[in-house]
């Protein structure tokens, strides 16, 4: 079965560092592959997909992830972090032949001051 | 912009209890999901509903659980008969032509 992985449930940076999340996958043909950020108490806002376009794929907020065939790796990084930017994250692969999505356990970013 | 609304925010009920979960997905939308969040944990599939059917449900989505869509607007997840397990946030979610999906903010179901 098709699945991701969230290395890391906790990621701290400070104000201005780079952000990196990582996601691998896991599927024999290149699958549909998401990121979602959910702020507290809130449902989950689409940040950007991955279809098989380009590979490196920008979305909201200054966030961008690069597809990786060769190292099945989906992951999100954005230049500098902002405080505004502590939420959890959420990494989903809508596999192959169905419309649901499988999410990763999610990683609480933290920015510090 | 259109988006995917839920009713109510947050509701507790009774073990035993009957309870329904509301949703309105975005118009044009065909495919429907109902997701759920045990807190702290991640986001896990239970339906999907296109052409008036389940097209796919996870093993968590047993007898217990039914979805409807009663008229052209609404999404309903019913739980029969509530357990303190089914506490959780639920989420709606509906697609249409493209990929992505497009959440509700959830109702947070607390079962007491």
């Known amino acids: 079965a098709q699945s991701v992985t969230q290395l890391g449930s906790h990621v701290s940076v400070s104000e201005g560092a780079l952000v990196l999340l990582r996601c691998n996958y896991s599927?024999?043909?290149?699958?549909?592959l998401f990121w979602y950020v959910q702020y507290p108490n809130q449902g989950l806002q689409l940040l950007l997909k991955?279809?098989?376009?380009?590979?490196l794929v920008k979305g909201i907020n200054g966030f961008e992830a690069e597809f990786k065939k060769s190292e099945t790796s989906f992951h999100l990084t954005k230049p500098s972090a902002h405080m505004s930017d502590a939420a959890e994250y959420f990494c989903?692969?809508?596999?192959?032949?169905?419309?649901?999505?499988?999410f990763g356990t999610g990683t609480r970013l933290k920015v510090l001051a | 912009e259109p988006e995917v609304t839920q009713t109510p925010s947050h509701q507790v009920t009774q073990m035993g209890q009957e309870v329904i979960l509301r949703c309105v997905p975005i118009?044009?939308?065909?495919?429907f999901y109902w997701y759920r969040q045990i807190l702290g944990q991640k986001v896990e599939f239970l339906v999907s509903?296109?052409?008036?059917?389940?097209?796919?449900k996870s093993e968590i989505f047993d007898d217990q659980f039914s979805v409807e869509r009663p008229d052209g607007s609404n999404f309903t997840l019913k739980i029969r008969s509530t357990k303190l397990e089914d506490s959780a946030m639920y989420f709606c979610?509906?697609?249409?032509?493209?990929?992505?999906?497009?959440f509700g903010q959830g109702t947070r179901l607390t079962v007491v």
């Open positions: 989903a692969v809508n596999p192959s032949g169905t419309y649901k999505y499988i």
């Open positions: 118009s044009n939308h065909l495919y």
């Open positions: 979610a509906s697609t249409g032509q493209g990929t992505e999906a497009f």
């Open positions: 599927s024999s043909v290149p699958p549909y």
């Open positions: 509903f296109y052409n008036n059917e389940i097209s796919e």
């Open positions: 991955y279809t098989s376009a380009a590979t």
